[in-house]
Nanobody, 128 residues
Framework: QAQLVESGGGLVQPGGSLRLSCAAS????????ISWFRQAPGKQREGVSC??????YYADAVKGRFTVSRDNAKHMVYLQMNSLRPEDTAIYYC???????????????????????WGRGTQVTVSS
């Protein structure tokens, strides 16, 4: 059964770093669009990053601070988050779309309906 499990969240001070992990068992990563989303209290879920076998795209709010990487052999996707800000506080979700296209400024990558699988999320809190 396809499953996504996020980990690595926690409490960090502003300016600090965290690395989130998404265990994507049963997925051959290059065949899919894999994204990170986040949802803050009282707000809609928003796209953070999108990656496929050929491209990676970031939301403007995190560009230059967050980096996505993959380990295909381990079926793992990572989100390295640096220079964290209080506004980055949210539950972070890993999502997989069966259509690996759509990572880009005019793509569907930031639409929750464009994904077929979701993890349960991991809490990130940025606070002093």
């Amino acid at each position: 059964q396809a499953q996504l499990v996020e980990s690595g969240g926690g409490l960090v001070q502003p300016g600090g770093s965290l690395r989130l992990s998404c265990a994507a068992s049963s997925f051959i990563l290059d065949y899919y669009r894999i994204s990170w989303f986040r949802q803050a209290p009282g707000k809609q879920r928003e796209g953070v990053s999108c990656s496929s076998d050929v491209t990676t795209y970031y939301a403007d709010a995190v560009k230059g601070r967050f980096t996505v990487s993959r380990d295909n052999a381990k079926h793992m996707v990572y989100l390295q988050m640096n220079s964290l800000r209080p506004e980055d506080t949210a539950i972070y979700y890993c999502a997989v779309g069966e259509n690996r296209r759509g990572c880009g400024p005019s793509g569907v990558w930031n639409k929750t309906g464009a994904y077929d699988y979701w993890g349960r999320g991991t809490q990130v809190t940025v606070s002093s």
